[in-house]
C-alpha cells in the first residue's frame, strides 16, 4: 500500500526555498531536490559537532540517573551542565509520528524524532514539555527557531503545547567551547495546528507537481515502489 510522508525538516527546506532572496534561489532549490530525491548527505564538521555535543548531554543524564553522579561536580563548563540539568529525567530520542487527511492526496504520515521528551504527566512537567538541543557558532536571532516547522508538527505527535529549544552558542565555528546559551521557550497553539500543517502540506505538493517532482518524491522520498 502506497505510503505518503513527510518530515518537518523536508517543509522547511521548502519554506526556504519560497522565501529566500532571488540571489539564494538556484542553490535553495538544488538543496530542496537534493532531499526529495535523497541524495547521499555527509554530515558536515558542525552537525557532527552538534551530535556529540547531544550525545555527551544524555550520557551525563543517564550517568547521573543510573549511577548516582553529581553533575555539577563532574568536568564541563556551566552552560553545559545547565543544559544537562534541563534535560534530567526526559526521555531521549523519542520517535514520534501523526497522520492528517490532506484533500486529494488521502493521508499523510508525518514523523520526527524528539531529543528530549517530558510525557503529559510527568512528575517534572505536568502538561509535558519537548526540548530540543542544538548548536551553532553564528547565532543570528530565535526566527531561525521560532519560524520553523519543528515545534508544531512535534508539538501535535503528543499533543503537548509547550516546546523549548536549548541553543550552545560557539565561541567561533571551529570551537567546541560553549560562549553562551540560548533558551527559546514557546508556547504552541495546538488548536490551529492541524489546519496549518495540512495547508503547508498541500502547498508542497501542489509545488511538487507543478515543477515534476511529484515522482521523485512519491517513490524516491516516501519510498513507495515503482
Not at 540571489?23 to 559537532?49: D, Q
Not at 544524555?58 to 547521573?64: L, T, W
Not at 495546528?193 to 498541500?202: D, K, L, P, S, Y
Request: proline share 4%.
Amino acid at each position: 500500500m502506497a505510503t505518503l510522508k513527510i518530515a518537518p525538516t523536508l517543509l522547511n527546506s521548502f519554506d526556504f526555498y519560497i522565501g529566500c532572496p532571488e540571489s539564494w534561489k538556484v542553490r535553495a532549490y538544488e538543496g530542496l531536490v537534493s532531499t526529495i530525491k535523497r541524495a547521499p548527505f555527509k554530515p558536515t564538521p558542525e552537525i557532527t559537532k552538534g551530535l556529540n555535543f547531544e550525545a555527551q548531554v544524555q550520557k551525563r543524564v543517564e550517568g547521573c540517573l543510573q549511577f548516582g553522579w553529581k553533575n555539577h561536580e563532574l568536568p564541563g563548563s556551566t552552560e553545559f551542565k545547565i543544559v544537562v540539568d534541563r534535560c534530567m529525567y526526559g526521555k531521549f530520542q523519542v520517535w514520534g509520528k501523526r497522520t492528517y487527511d490532506v484533500p486529494g492526496y488521502g493521508k499523510v504520515k508525518t514523523v520526527g524524532k524528539a531529543d528530549v521528551l517530558f510525557s503529559k504527566g510527568s512528575d517534572h512537567f505536568q502538561y509535558g514539555k519537548i526540548i530540543d538541543i542544538k548548536t551553532t557558532g553564528n547565532f543570528k536571532d530565535e526566527r531561525k527557531y521560532t519560524e520553523s516547522w519543528q515545534p508544531l508538527v512535534y508539538g501535535m505527535f503528543w499533543e503537548i503545547p509547550y516546546f523549548q529549544f536549548l541553543v550552545a552558542v560557539w565561541e567561533d565555528a571551529g570551537s567546541t567551547k560553549i560562549k553562551s546559551l540560548k533558551a527559546i521557550n514557546m508556547k504552541l497553539d495546538l488548536e490551529t495546528a492541524e489546519e496549518r500543517i495540512v495547508n503547508q502540506i498541500t502547498n508542497f505538493y501542489t509545488w511538487l507537481n507543478l515543477n515534476g517532482l511529484w515522482e521523485d518524491y512519491f517513490h524516491t522520498y516516501c519510498k513507495n515502489p515503482r
